[in-house]
C-alpha cells in the first residue's frame, strides 16, 4: 500500500474518558459559536459591498475555520476509542500513565501519556505519539529511556509510574 508524500502519520485512535468529553463540549460549542458568526455574517453582507467590507470578509475566514474543526471533529471521533480502565501492570507505563522522569542534569518532570486528540503539553500532556511517550511504554521504575530528538540523543530515568488521576 502506497502513500502520496504529503501524507501525515495516523494519529493513535485512543483518548481519556475526559478528553473525549472535552471534544464532545468543543463541538457543541463551536455549533454555537457557527450560529453567531452566520448571524453576523448575514449582517454584514446585508451592508452592500462586499468586497471592501472588513466584517464580511472577517466573518467568512472565521466561518471557515469553524466549519474546517466541526468537519476534523465529525470525522475523528467515532474513530476514537476512549481508555477508561488502570491496566493490570500498575507498575509499567502505559496509556493514561503519569510519569515521572529525572534527566541528565537531574532535572524531574512529570507527564501523563494521552491520545493525539488531548494533548497539552503546558498541563504535562504528552501524545502517545510522541517519541518519548513510544520510549517509555512498557517501562518501568528505574528504568532508562534514551529518547533521539533532532539535537541527539537525551537519557531519562523512570522515577515514578501511577494511574491515580485516571
Known amino acids: 500500500m ?5 501524507s501525515k502519520p495516523v494519529k493513535s485512535p485512543y483518548i481519556t474518558a475526559a478528553g473525549y468529553k472535552m471534544l464532545e463540549a468543543e463541538a457543541r460549542g463551536l455549533w454555537k459559536r457557527r450560529a453567531e458568526v452566520t448571524r453576523a455574517l448575514a449582517a454584514a453582507a446585508a451592508e452592500g459591498d462586499r468586497s471592501e467590507n472588513a466584517e464580511y470578509i472577517y466573518r467568512k475566514k472565521e466561518l471557515r475555520e469553524i466549519d474546517r474543526r466541526i468537519r476534523y471533529l465529525q470525522k475523528r471521533m467515532p474513530d476514537l476509542r476512549i481508555v477508561d480502565s488502570i491496566p493490570a501492570d500498575r507498575a509499567r507505563v502505559f496509556f493514561g500513565a503519569w510519569v515521572t522522569l529525572s534527566d541528565e542534569q537531574d532535572i524531574d518532570t512529570a507527564f501523563r501519556i494521552v491520545g493525539p486528540d488531548e494533548l497539552d503539553p503546558k498541563r504535562g500532556l504528552i501524545s502517545m505519539d510522541a517519541p518519548l ?21 537525551k537519557r531519562y530515568w523512570i522515577l515514578e509510574v501511577n494511574y491515580e488521576a485516571f
Open 2 to 6: 502506497s502513500h502520496s508524500g504529503n
Open 133 to 153: 511517550a513510544k520510549a517509555m511504554m512498557g517501562r518501568t521504575v528505574d528504568d532508562e529511556v534514551i529518547v533521539r530528538t533532532p539535537g541527539g540523543h
